[in-house]
C-alpha cells in the first residue's frame, strides 16, 4: 500500500530537549495500531535519530578517562560496602545491592575519592549543567526536522501512552 507523502517542516519553536524527549518516547513505543501511524513513526524515528544522536548526553557530556577511573573505584568501594542481613546474603531494594553508606570506613574512603578525584567530578557537573543550559536551548528554525504526518483519523484506538508519542504528528 502506497502512503500519500505528508511531510512538513516543524513550525512549533522546539528546544533541543523536547526533540531528544520526543525521540525517546517515541522510540519506546511499539504496536500502534495502523499502517499509516507505524510507517508515520518510522519514518519520524529515522529523522530523529541522527538529531538525537548528534545532541544526546552521550554525544554532549565527555566521559573523561580521569572520571571513568573515579566511578571505577567508587564503584569496587560500594561492592566492599554491601550491606547483607542476619544469613549473609545481600540487601537489595528495587532489585539494587544496598551499599552501608553509614559505615565509617565507607564514608572515609568515598570522600577520600571525591577528593582525589575532585577536578574529574567538577569538570563532569559543570558539563552535565551545560547540557541541560543546552537542552533548554531553543532550536534554530533552520535546523527543525522535518516530519511525517498523519490525519487524526489514522491515529484512533490509541491508549494515553501512545497518545503521548505521536501528538506532535497528527493532525487534525
Known amino acids: 500500500m502506497a502512503f500519500k507523502k505528508e511531510v512538513s517542516k516543524q513550525t512549533e519553536k522546539l528546544t533541543y530537549g523536547e ?3 520526543r525521540y525517546v518516547i517515541l522510540s519506546n513505543i511499539k504496536n500502534l495500531p495502523g499502517e499509516k501511524l507505524g510507517f508515520a513513526r518510522s519514518k519520524n524515528l529515522i529523522s530523529l535519530r541522527k538529531f538525537y544522536q548528534e545532541n544526546s548526553s552521550n554525544s554532549r557530556i565527555p566521559l573523561t578517562s580521569e572520571f571513568e577511573i573515579y566511578q571505577k573505584e567508587i564503584n569496587q568501594l560500594r561492592e566492599k560496602h554491601i550491606l547483607t542481613d542476619a544469613e549473609g546474603k545481600t540487601v537489595f531494594t528495587e532489585g539494587v545491592p544496598l551499599v552501608d553508606v553509614g559505615n565509617v570506613n565507607f564514608v572515609k574512603e568515598s570522600n577520600n575519592l571525591k577528593i582525589i578525584h575532585s577536578a574529574a567530578i567538577t569538570e563532569r557537573e559543570d558539563d552535565i549543567k551545560a547540557f541541560n543550559e543546552f537542552r533548554d536551548t531553543e ?33 487534525e
Open 139 to 171: 532550536v534554530p528554525e533552520n535546523d527543525l526536522l522535518k516530519i511525517h504526518e498523519v490525519k487524526m483519523s489514522d491515529a484512533t484506538g490509541l491508549t494515553q501512552e501512545q497518545i503521548d508519542a505521536v501528538y506532535w504528528f497528527v493532525k
Open 19 to 21: 526533540i531528544l524527549d
